[in-house]
């Protein structure tokens, strides 16, 4: 399956079981290649695109959200700059959306951008975060507030690398479709409230969803904020916790959660996230909670954008004071 | 005078004497304020903005190509995090094209883009870099390797605040316009071969010339590389002489009479520098310079475009084996 995402830059996305095993039918291996990877990705991916463009070059970063520093930042900025790498060349993401973000931000800003391909691994970054553009570092314990918006050239989805996630892993990355069939596509949302799920046509649906949002406002300036529903809290939650007890989509599910007011849908979710080991609830602190939404980068001095769905496929932007934030926790 | 500038976003570009004193015409006061500035802009600068807008803050780095380092980066995304800025808030860059290239590339990734204005107080930023969306830091004795295109939302020209500019700074900044006479527009050129030099005027003949380029090119796939002309060369001299010897333009202006073949046009071009106190020849050590130009960002592996100007006013790009480089020395 293939889905063309036309934006400022339009790029292909490649959906297809294998398809890892075919990386030079679609990546120009004349051209030098960094793969960025992190050391939790099994070795046995990166093997596979090394024995396709045996030239490459490889950087291997720790794993988790700590990657998302500053300090990574510059050792792989410096990785390219000792090899000479040309604006040209091509830099790899092989891993999930730490990856992902890390080494976007890397492409979009090494001599002002060259080519990024994003190979995501895990159900995370194949049903979200490797399509958009959003590239992105941590600092000061805030999430994501030094990025840039930067397309990829290329998306490459093989549903067989997540044969080895780890089953909370899984489960973890398919909050972010639950959320995409919420906001936007009713048909998604009730696939997984039946027995078997596709693996490949719930990445298929999200990814449509996303494109469709992301087409019509790639820079957020309106309706692609409708993506965040779950995540005003979320990342409140995953800097509370500091992503150690809940992961990303862990976090998205509980601010789903938090923020849905609708019983009959709520009821509905909680029976979904419930069958995957979800968490529904958790027991943070909620005057730091409140604090830490203060600091979000989507925060307006005392505003804030807060996504409400009230039918399901159905969002819509609240533009709310701070202060009323508390009421929902 | 007034150009506008049409690319992927548009922007003015206001020139006009005393238009420092009315900053609040034209920037919205309600939004909050960082002005970034170095110790070598003039005090009474920005306390001229900061008379106009009371609640605005400001950061004052180290002048000199130090600053675009990525600690001082760092330094002042930390800034605008702890005041918690939002997307919708402002950075102002006030003085050269180092505060230019530095405030640019903080605000173009800050919660990945802010609203950028550019006040250039050099004739160097005024003529030439607050223009175009070039935005970059320096790593590993590299220039501008880690940056973006990020445009600016107004650039506000004040030719009054060039008077307190020393006599070389003043000139230095000039070869930028003499560079874009020869690439461009002969009447600019030629303007520099009468007695009196209408500075208003050859700021805004350049920046025509500058804006027609990056119209037709912004990310420098094409014919923006003629802007080049002279910066091939000149930036290996600058990375040789760390600055400390040359400035910008100046090196730029060794870097033109090191590439121009034409002997009518060389001699033509030395007579105005001469007349301006700007160095036409050079010290550096041959070898050095050649090893430092296979670093140039522009090199794309043993290629290099090298920008020639066969006839005043007419540039055309070259790719050339890095090797040949060697003969120009």
Do not use: W
Not at 131 to 142: E, H, Q, R, S
């Amino acid at each position: 399956m293939r889905i063309e995402v036309n934006c400022s830059r339009s790029y292909p996305i490649i959906i297809e079981k294998g398809c890892l095993q075919q990386a030079q039918k679609y990546i120009d291996g004349q051209r030098r290649i960094m793969i960025i990877t992190d050391d939790m990705v099994p070795a046995s991916y990166r093997q596979i695109l090394q024995e396709q463009f045996p030239h490459c070059d490889v950087k291997i970063v720790e794993h988790g959200e700590k990657a998302k520093s500053l300090a990574v930042y510059e050792d792989c900025l410096a990785a390219l700059l000792q090899l000479n790498y040309s604006r040209k060349d091509i830099v790899i993401a092989l891993g999930g959306g730490v990856v992902g973000d890390l080494a976007g931000f890397v492409a979009a800003t090494y001599k002002r951008g060259i080519t990024f391909i994003n190979i995501p691994t895990t159900t995370l970054s194949q049903i979200d975060s490797s399509i958009g553009g959003k590239v992105a570092i941590n600092m000061l314990d805030i999430k994501n507030c030094v990025g840039a918006f930067y397309q990829p050239s290329l998306v490459l989805i093989d549903p067989l690398v997540l044969q080895t996630l780890s089953k909370r892993h899984y489960h973890n990355g398919l909050v972010e479709a639950i959320k995409a069939g919420l906001i936007y596509d009713p048909a998604l949302f009730a696939m997984f409230e039946q027995d078997d799920l596709d693996i490949e046509k719930v990445i298929y649906r999200s990814l449509l969803v996303k494109k469709a949002v992301v087409e019509q406002d790639e820079r957020e300036n309106g309706i692609r904020k409708i993506l965040n529903f779950g995540h005003t809290f979320g990342h409140a939650y995953e800097s509370y916790y500091h992503l150690h007890d809940y992961y990303h989509g862990e976090c998205v599910a509980l601010g789903m959660m938090t923020v849905l007011q609708d019983l009959d849908i709520k009821k509905r979710l909680a029976a979904i996230l419930q069958k995957m080991d979800i968490p529904i609830m958790c027991d943070a602190d909620k005057e730091k909670i409140f604090a830490l939404l203060a600091t979000d980068k989507k925060a307006d001095h005392e505003m804030i954008d807060l996504i409400e769905v009230t039918k399901i496929g159905q969002a819509k932007i609240v533009n709310l004071p701070l202060a009323q934030l508390r009421a929902y926790l």
